[in-house]
């Protein structure tokens, strides 16, 4: 099952979080106990591997912040699966 332009977009501003307080993908599989090919995983639009609202909790306590703060400030229209770029 392929993500969806929300679920992306929730993973695209954990990435900007992310990215803001240099943290490197490690840092967030340490702070999650998970590996960090996972959260490559979850960053890429390929993979369906995405964070669970647990994960998103624990976030929002690693990065002092609210969970809000990975939610999109607008709905997203036609919330359809993303497509995969196919490798050649």
Known sequence: MSKTKFQYEIIQ?????????NLTQDDI????????????QIESPNSPSRYTMDQLNSLALFFKCSPKDF???TPIKN???IKAKKKY
């Open 13 to 21: 501003l954990v990435k900007a979080i992310r990215e803001s307080k």
């Open 79 to 81: 919330n359809i699966p």
């Open 71 to 73: 939610i999109p400030e």
């Open 29 to 40: 599989a340490d702070a999650l106990k998970v590996t960090r090919g996972f959260i490559g």
